[in-house]
């Protein structure tokens, strides 16, 4: 059956979202390669170059905070990066996703890396399953970075997680969002969206036997605010943008959304 989402009530859009994340949870590295053909990497690796982890350690641990997180692939980034480029072996990520499920491949990835939790570094690294819209375990004022990617157009109260990510955030702090966003170049524009509407829920049938999931993926895309509008969502939640506020990718397939609390 079609997932119809489009028209399904708000409060019920939480339970929806559960249940395609836990249906996606054990495919989901494999498929966002299988759909995007790699580009999301591409992406991801961009994102964390732009924002640039590990700038300001100076031999102060940092706490960063990736949010709708999954399978982790944002947070490893981050640790690697701000180790790699500026020795930071100390800062403390918190890796948080309201579905067990996808946190559990993320902990799955973790123990494979030097990161991994019971080493004299695991506690760097802490899993927390808890819905971005409240985060009721991070306390005001307490993060130097927020990140989330591909995470925000799910949330049911988008607005309501915007604020919260800017109570977590210290004065100073950095927001910022990798997301779907729209192409407004005509050829490319119809292009895209006969490749999301009709290739992408026929991958997820032929490649993990899953059409809806996927169909809620392309439509939830759809349903996303534009650049402009959700640069002035994260104005209205009380951060402060540079410029625009945002970075188109791929002719705007993607774009990073970047905020700063004062
Ligand atoms: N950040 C990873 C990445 O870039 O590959 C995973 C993104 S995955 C497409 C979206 C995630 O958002 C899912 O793991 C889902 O459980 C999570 N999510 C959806 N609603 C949420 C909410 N209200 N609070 C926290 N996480 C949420």
Known sequence: ?????????TEDKAKLVGSVFSQVAKNYDYMNDAMSCGVHRLWKNHFIDKLDPGQRYAG???????????SGDIALRILNHSARKYGDNESNITISDINREMLA??????EHTRYRQGTPQGDRVKFLVQNAETLESIPDNSQDMYTVSFGIRNFTDIPKALKTAHRVLKPGGVFAC??????ELPVIKQVYS?????????????LVGDHDSYQYLVESIEKFPTQDEFANMIR?????TVGSGYENLTFGVAAIHTGIKL
């Open 1 to 9: 059956t079609h997932f119809g989402y489009k028209n399904v009530p």
């Open 60 to 70: 102060k641990p940092l706490n960063y905070l990736d949010i709708a997180a999954g």
């Open 105 to 110: 491949e993320g902990a799955k990835r973790f």
């Open 178 to 183: 990798l997301e779907f966003s729209k192409v």
């Open 194 to 206: 006969a490749y999301s509407f009709n290739v992408i829920p026929l991958l997820g049938q032929v």
């Open 236 to 240: 209205e939640a009380g951060f402060a």
